[in-house]
């Protein structure tokens, strides 16, 4: 990678949940970049702050403390408006359980996203590329936990998004549905060129990323890059 | 402090919880337990009311009238079988002129009833006549207070022709005028009519009937046949000019207070089913969504080892709770209403006191039924769960399977955004429900409809009572039959353009066993101030031969045109004859019978007479005219058009005001209650998937939208289907208001479907909005967490 675009940039990120007298550091000062392209696995142990990071620059919550910049966008400032506005159109997620519409099939999963995305692609394109082509009338009830995964993946690539963030995409699933995923979600980076982050308690996935970067004690304790990416396949469980 | 078990405390927390909820169930309870406490309560208030006032004045049960009986007729009379009390009095019509009225005013001169007497008087001020005095008099409260008489105030009457001052001594109500109307007029003007009683002698002599009397009223013995007593007292008084004695039923007082309680029952039987109805749905469709979501935890209480009545018992007890509330503001609402109820009745009607006791019995009844529909609620819900296995209980449910619609043939012709596809899908994969929702809406549409709707029909039949049959400005009745020579004579008045005479007579039409006693009107032939109406409600010629009936009339006595029927004329010589009927009419105002005047008066055999002349008057010699009645000695009642009809408007807009006031509220509470419960459920189920699109990108608006189109479905769904049911509770409400006193038009505008659509929606709006809130503060990240 040359010069890489810093596409996100976090500093001195902190969020902090009170209930009652007891307050949870749950962020303590978290600085950060990605470039754009890059994808990057977050490791850590459990309760070290990886989702409150995930969700604060996806803009699904407010940090207490900092400032966090999607391009020229200053995150951390945005109202719940302007936070909704960022997500429809430059982020997709994809979560541990899914969460699909269950009165929906998979083909109107995603074009839930595509309807109101800004430069979509077509549906029938997003699922074929986490090769369910075959799924598309499905009700989620009637998929496989990979399955509704792959859905879910569809539709967060579906509007062509900039950054795709999963956490623990593969948690719900088998070694061999989960490499199933983690192949979708790592053609979806290449073909669409989305920086992608990955959270995720399986350490052997680290050899995937381009960077991998370890969350413990809410912050970032260490940063490694990978000279050489394994293919999913090639990962032991 | 009481130490309460842990399942009570749940119970508890789940009110708390689900107080808006709840508290909107509990209203709509609360209008049931209302309008049942109301409705029984003030049924109940007036009938004992009417019963003990009847009982403490003696109300006669039989009435009869004559020419000139003997008074030694009377010991004979009280000598029949079955008759327990006797009263002999005079009655005339007299005009009288008030100072402070330009229009001639009207008193029903009647006998002061004997000491011991029927039909006493609850003497309100001052004292009754001095027996002898014939410039005395007690004088009816209502016509009292609406020109200011007070013992000691003089009034000018014209006794038999003759101009006479009389002093009031007292002030009084009787059983027998609680609601008092003038002869031929159609609301109860205590301005222009009252009664005054003056003693018996002093009225026999004004009237020549030394002796004699003209009026007669009989208490029974209780169990005695009022058939038997009537044929042979109408024997007794035949030779007397008998006109044919007539039971309570047919007394104007008591008549008009049988109509009023009538629609009282009518709206305490219709109001409340459907209050309750719609509470039971609420209940069934909010338990069964907090079981769904309380699955696990009643799977695990079970195998804690409380067995399956412990469960329904603390459902049960949940929907108790609620019920409680309901029938507690029920109860409060209703004994408020109640009393607001009193007043209106003890302003429009003459009571001497008002019995609206706080007889337990409706509240109780209300309380009863209403935990009995909560609990038929619960029931289905509860049975669901109550008696699964624990460990079935404690596995989550089967994900929830959708279905495409039709099978998707529809999608696939027509794309529907994914958003209006989600509402399609959630409403019918729970039909019940949504149908539940959607009638629930419809009752109150049909509220509305079934009440709204009295205005239009109001006004029609104002229209062709007041504009189309009634043409007159004015209505001259004679106090007793006169010459058609006296037509003239007011043909002559000041302010006078045209004059039709009219001769109306008592009789008895009979056809097979249906028989009804009716006033037979003769009417000026080539007339134009006395229309009749076809039932299409054109005007109609009055055929030369035959008798015109009212539907109404023709419908009791079950003829057809064309058919004969029996009329024994009451007055005169009695005769009886057959009459074909020869054409219906339509009509609102009591039962009528009408042929041409000349037939009629062929028929009485006594030459030509005439009762009374309806006139179109100038209204600038409205003065004069009025001054020339005051001095006609035979003039017994002028009625006025305009102020019949400003008086009836006056009524009505009172009661307008109340009526619309409850029947919007009632609307609003179901409206409110239903809608309000069906989102916040739709929102329970729907939470995490609008979360989710929250995530996606979903703005706020977008995702309130989902929700919001379920309800506008269901609201807009519930329109016709209210409208119809509306419509049905129309017809049932002209039913139980329409008596042998008047109809109601049937009459339903598009703007009562308009209003009816427009008010619901308000509160459906007003309602939803209510969830905003809750959707705008849905949580994304608690959603991510979780499975379902
Ligand atoms: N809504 C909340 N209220 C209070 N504390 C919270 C809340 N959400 C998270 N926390 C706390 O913040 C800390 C970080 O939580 P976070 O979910 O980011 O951890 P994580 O690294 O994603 O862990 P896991 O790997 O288990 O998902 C934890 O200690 C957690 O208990
Ligand atoms: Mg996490």
Same mark, same amino acid.
């Given at each position: 990678?040359?010069?890489?675009?810093?596409?996100?940039?976090?500093?001195?990120?902190?969020?902090?949940?009170?209930?009652?007298?007891?307050?949870?550091?749950?962020?303590?000062?978290?600085?950060?970049?990605?470039?754009?392209?890059?994808?990057?696995?977050?490791?850590?142990?459990? #309760?070290?702050?990886?989702?409150?990071?995930?969700?604060?620059?996806?803009?699904?919550?407010?940090?207490?403390?900092?400032?966090?910049?999607?391009?020229?966008?200053?995150?951390?400032?945005?109202?719940?408006?302007?936070?909704?506005?960022?997500?429809?159109?430059?982020?997709?997620?994809?979560?541990?359980?899914?969460?699909? %519409?269950?009165?929906?099939?998979?083909?109107?999963?995603?074009?839930?996203?595509?309807?109101?995305?800004?430069?979509?692609?077509?549906?029938?394109?997003?699922?074929?590329? %986490?090769?369910?082509?075959?799924?598309?009338?499905?009700?989620?009830?009637?998929?496989?936990?990979?399955?509704?995964?792959?859905?879910?993946?569809?539709?967060?690539?579906?509007?062509?998004?900039?950054?795709?963030?999963?956490?623990?995409?593969?948690?719900?699933?088998?070694?061999?549905?989960?490499?199933?995923?983690?192949?979708?979600?790592?053609?979806?980076?290449?073909?669409?060129?989305?920086?992608?982050?990955?959270?995720?308690?399986?350490?052997?996935?680290?050899?995937?990323?381009?960077?991998?970067?370890? +969350?413990?004690?809410?912050?970032?304790?260490?940063?490694?890059?990978?000279?050489?990416?394994?293919?999913?396949?090639?990962?032991?469980? | $402090?009481?130490?309460?078990? !842990?399942?009570?405390?749940?119970?508890?927390?789940?009110?708390?919880?689900?107080?808006?909820?709840?508290?909107?169930?509990?209203?709509?309870?609360?209008?049931?337990?209302?309008?049942?406490?109301?409705?029984?309560?003030?049924?109940?208030?007036?009938?004992?009311?009417?019963?003990?006032?009847?009982?403490?004045?003696?109300?006669?049960?039989?009435?009869?009238?004559?020419?000139?009986?003997?008074?030694?007729?009377?010991?004979?009379?009280?000598?029949?079988?079955?008759?327990?009390?006797?009263?002999?009095? =005079?009655?005339?019509? @007299?005009? &009288?002129?008030?100072?402070?009225?330009?229009? !001639?005013?009207?008193?029903?001169?009647?006998?002061?009833?004997?000491?011991?007497?029927?039909?006493?008087?609850?003497?309100?001020?001052?004292?009754?006549?001095?027996?002898?005095?014939?410039?005395? @008099?007690?004088?009816?409260?209502?016509?009292?207070?609406?020109?200011?008489?007070?013992?000691?105030?003089?009034?000018?009457?014209?006794?038999?022709?003759?101009?006479?001052?009389?002093?009031?001594?007292?002030?009084?109500?009787?059983?027998?005028?609680?609601?008092?109307?003038?002869?031929?007029?159609?609301?109860?003007?205590?301005?222009?009519?009252? =009664?005054?009683?003056?003693?018996?002698?002093?009225?026999?002599?004004?009237?020549?009937?030394? #002796?004699?009397?003209?009026?007669?009223?009989?208490?029974?013995?209780?169990?005695?046949?009022?058939?038997?007593?009537?044929?042979?007292?109408?024997?007794?008084?035949?030779?007397?000019?008998?006109?044919?004695?007539?039971?309570?039923?047919?007394?104007?007082?008591?008549? +008009?207070?049988?109509?009023?309680?009538?629609?009282?029952?009518?709206?305490?039987?219709?109001?409340?089913?459907?209050?309750?109805?719609?509470?039971?749905?609420?209940?069934? $469709?909010?338990?069964?969504?907090?079981?769904?979501?309380?699955?696990?935890?009643?799977?695990?209480?079970?195998?804690? #080892?409380?067995? !399956?009545? @412990?469960?329904?018992?603390?459902?049960?007890?949940?929907?108790?709770?609620?019920?409680?509330?309901?029938?507690?503001?029920?109860?409060?609402?209703?004994?408020?209403?109640?009393?607001?109820?009193?007043?209106?009745?003890?302003? +429009?009607?003459?009571? !001497?006191?008002?019995? +609206?006791?706080?007889?337990?019995?409706?509240?109780?009844?209300?309380?009863?039924?209403?935990?009995?529909?909560?609990?038929?609620?619960?029931?289905?819900?509860?049975?669901? *769960?109550?008696?699964?296995?624990?460990? *079935?209980? $404690?596995?989550?449910?089967?994900?929830?399977?959708?279905?495409?619609?039709?099978?998707?043939?529809?999608?696939?012709?027509?794309?529907?955004?994914?958003?209006?596809?989600?509402?399609?899908?959630?409403?019918?994969?729970?039909?019940?429900?949504?149908?539940?929702?959607?009638?629930?809406?419809?009752?109150?549409?049909?509220?509305? *409809?079934?009440?709204?709707?009295?205005? #239009?029909?109001?006004?029609?039949?104002?229209?062709?009572?007041?504009?189309?049959?009634?043409?007159?400005?004015?209505?001259?009745?004679?106090?007793?039959?006169?010459?058609?020579?006296?037509?003239?004579? %007011?043909?002559?008045?000041?302010?006078?353009?045209?004059?039709?005479?009219?001769?109306?007579?008592?009789?008895?039409?009979?056809?097979?066993?249906?028989?009804?006693?009716?006033?037979?009107?003769?009417?000026?032939?080539?007339?134009?101030?006395?229309?009749?109406?076809?039932?299409?409600?054109?005007?109609?010629?009055?055929?030369?031969?035959?008798?015109?009936?009212?539907?109404?009339?023709?419908?009791?006595?079950?003829?057809?045109?064309?058919?004969?029927? &029996?009329?024994?004329?009451?007055?005169?010589?009695?005769?009886?004859?057959?009459?074909?009927?020869?054409?219906?009419?339509?009509?609102?105002?009591?039962?009528?019978?009408?042929?041409?005047?000349?037939?009629?008066?062929?028929?009485?055999?006594?030459?030509?007479?005439?009762?009374? &002349?309806?006139?179109?008057?100038?209204?600038?010699?409205?003065?004069?005219?009025?001054?020339?009645?005051?001095?006609?000695?035979?003039?017994?009642?002028?009625?006025?058009?305009?102020?019949?009809?400003?008086?009836?408007?006056?009524? $009505?807009?009172?009661?307008?005001?109340?009526?619309?006031?409850?029947?919007?509220?009632?609307?609003?509470?179901?409206?409110?209650?239903?809608?309000?419960?069906?989102?916040?459920?739709?929102?329970?189920?729907?939470?995490?998937?609008?979360?989710?699109?929250?995530?996606?990108?979903?703005?706020?608006?977008?995702?309130?939208?989902?929700?919001?189109?379920?309800?506008?479905?269901?609201?807009?769904?519930?329109?016709?289907?209210?409208?119809?049911?509306?419509?049905?509770?129309?017809?049932?409400?002209?039913?139980?208001?329409?008596?042998?006193?008047?109809?109601?038009?049937?009459?339903?505008?598009?703007?009562?479907?308009?209003? @009816?659509?427009?008010? *619901?929606?308000?509160?459906?709006?007003?309602?939803?909005?209510?969830?905003?809130?809750?959707?705008?503060?849905?949580?994304?990240?608690?959603?991510?967490?979780?499975?379902?």
């Amino acid at each position: 990678m040359d010069a890489p675009v810093p596409i996100f940039r976090a500093h001195g990120l902190t969020k902090t949940y009170r209930s009652g007298t007891v307050e949870v550091q749950a962020l303590r000062g978290v600085d950060f970049q990605a470039a754009a392209g890059e994808f990057i696995v977050i490791l850590g142990p459990s #309760g070290s702050g990886k989702s409150t990071f995930l969700n604060i620059i996806g803009g699904l919550d407010q940090a207490t403390s900092g400032e966090a910049w999607f391009m020229d966008h200053e995150l951390t400032r945005l109202s719940d408006a302007g936070l909704t506005r960022y997500r429809r159109d430059h982020v997709g997620f994809v979560f541990q359980f899914y969460n699909l %519409v269950p009165s929906l099939t998979a083909l109107e999963n995603v074009r839930l996203v595509t309807e109101i995305a800004r430069r979509p692609m077509s549906p029938r394109e997003a699922l074929a590329m %986490v090769g369910l082509e075959d799924r598309v009338d499905h009700f989620p009830a009637e998929l496989s936990g990979g399955e509704q995964q792959r859905v879910a993946i569809a539709r967060a690539i579906s509007k062509n998004p900039e950054v795709l963030l999963c956490d623990e995409p593969t948690g719900a699933l088998d070694s061999a549905t989960g490499v199933r995923v983690l192949e979708a979600l790592m053609r979806v980076n290449e073909a669409i060129g989305a920086t992608t982050l990955v959270i995720t308690h399986n350490a052997a996935i680290k050899d995937l990323a381009h960077r991998v970067v370890r +969350f413990a004690n809410g912050g970032i304790s260490g940063v490694e890059e990978n000279t050489t990416r394994k293919s999913p396949a090639e990962v032991s469980w | $402090m009481i130490r309460l078990a !842990p399942l009570h405390i749940k119970l508890l927390r789940d009110l708390r919880r689900l107080w808006a909820q709840a508290l909107a169930i509990a209203l709509v309870m609360a209008a049931g337990v209302a309008t049942l406490v109301l409705g029984v309560g003030a049924t109940d208030a007036l009938d004992r009311t009417r019963e003990a006032y009847y009982e403490e004045n003696r109300f006669a049960d039989v009435f009869a009238s004559a020419t000139r009986a003997p008074e030694a007729l009377l010991a004979e009379i009280e000598a029949l079988d079955g008759v327990l009390d006797a009263e002999a009095r =005079i009655v005339r019509l @007299a005009l &009288v002129n008030m100072p402070d009225m330009a229009e !001639p005013g009207s008193l029903l001169l009647v006998s002061v009833p004997r000491a011991e007497g029927l039909n006493r008087l609850h003497l309100r001020q001052g004292r009754l006549p001095e027996a002898g005095r014939a410039d005395e @008099a007690v004088v009816s409260q209502d016509f009292a207070a609406a020109h200011g008489l007070l013992p000691g105030s003089d009034v000018q009457v014209l006794i038999n022709g003759r101009k006479r001052q009389v002093t009031i001594t007292g002030i009084a109500i009787s059983p027998e005028y609680i609601y008092a109307l003038g002869p031929g007029d159609m609301m109860p003007d205590p301005r222009r009519f009252g =009664i005054a009683w003056m003693p018996h002698d002093s009225l026999a002599a004004a009237f020549d009937r030394q #002796g004699a009397f003209d009026d007669l009223v009989l208490k029974l013995v209780p169990g005695a046949s009022e058939p038997r007593v009537i044929a042979r007292l109408d024997t007794l008084l035949e030779p007397y000019g008998g006109r044919g004695a007539t039971t309570r039923k047919d007394q104007m007082s008591h008549a +008009f207070l049988d109509a009023e309680l009538r629609q009282l029952r009518g709206m305490s039987r219709v109001l409340p089913p459907i209050f309750l109805a719609v509470a039971a749905f609420l209940v069934n $469709m909010t338990l069964w969504r907090l079981i769904t979501l309380e699955r696990e935890q009643i799977g695990l209480l079970k195998a804690l #080892g409380y067995g !399956p009545w @412990a469960i329904v018992r603390h459902y049960v007890g949940f929907v108790a709770a609620i019920a409680a509330i309901g029938i507690a503001i029920g109860w409060a609402a209703g004994a408020w209403m109640g009393a607001g109820l009193a007043g209106i009745y003890a302003r +429009f009607f003459d009571f !001497p006191y008002l019995i +609206f006791t706080q007889n337990p019995r409706p509240y109780a009844v209300a309380a009863l039924v209403t935990l009995g529909a909560a609990v038929a609620g619960a029931v289905g819900a509860v049975r669901a *769960v109550a008696w699964l296995p624990p460990a *079935v209980a $404690m596995s989550p449910p089967a994900p929830v399977r959708y279905r495409r619609l039709w099978g998707g043939a529809l999608e696939r012709r027509v794309r529907f955004r994914q958003s209006a596809v989600m509402t399609a899908r959630h409403l019918l994969r729970w039909p019940v429900r949504t149908g539940g929702g959607v009638l629930g809406v419809a009752f109150a549409v049909a509220v509305l *409809v079934g009440s709204l709707w009295s205005f #239009g029909s109001i006004e029609r039949m104002i229209d062709l009572t007041f504009t189309q049959t009634e043409r007159q400005d004015a209505t001259l009745v004679f106090a007793e039959a006169r010459p058609h020579a006296a037509l003239y004579a %007011v043909r002559h008045m000041p302010g006078v353009l045209r004059a039709e005479p009219e001769r109306v007579v008592s009789v008895r039409l009979s056809h097979g066993p249906a028989e009804r006693r009716v006033g037979l009107a003769g009417v000026a032939e080539g007339g134009d101030l006395s229309r009749l109406l076809d039932p299409t409600g054109q005007p109609m010629a009055l055929p030369d031969a035959g008798v015109v009936l009212s539907e109404a009339l023709a419908d009791l006595l079950t003829v057809r045109v064309g058919d004969e029927v &029996v009329v024994e004329v009451l007055e005169g010589d009695r005769r009886v004859t057959r009459l074909p009927v020869s054409g219906l009419s339509q009509g609102y105002v009591g039962l009528g019978a009408a042929m041409p005047l000349s037939a009629l008066n062929r028929m009485l055999g006594e030459g030509a007479m005439i009762s009374a &002349v309806r006139l179109t008057l100038d209204p600038a010699a409205l003065p004069a005219f009025h001054a020339a009645v005051k001095d006609t000695p035979q003039a017994g009642f002028l009625s006025l058009k305009s102020l019949t009809l400003s008086r009836f408007r006056q009524t $009505m807009a009172e009661n307008i005001t109340i009526s619309t006031t409850v029947y919007l509220s009632l609307a609003a509470i179901i409206a409110f209650g239903v809608v309000y419960n069906f989102a916040r459920i739709s929102l329970s189920e729907q939470g995490r998937e609008l979360a989710s699109l929250r995530v996606l990108g979903f703005t706020r608006a977008e995702v309130a939208g989902i929700l919001y189109g379920e309800i506008a479905v269901v609201v807009l769904l519930a329109q016709p289907l209210g409208w119809l049911i509306g419509t049905g509770f129309a017809v049932l409400v002209v039913r139980a208001f329409s008596s042998e006193l008047y109809r109601v038009p049937l009459v339903i505008g598009p703007e009562v479907y308009a209003w @009816a659509s427009l008010v *619901v929606i308000a509160a459906a709006l007003a309602s939803a909005l209510l969830v905003r809130g809750r959707i705008n503060t849905l949580d994304m990240v608690e959603v991510l967490k979780t499975r379902e």
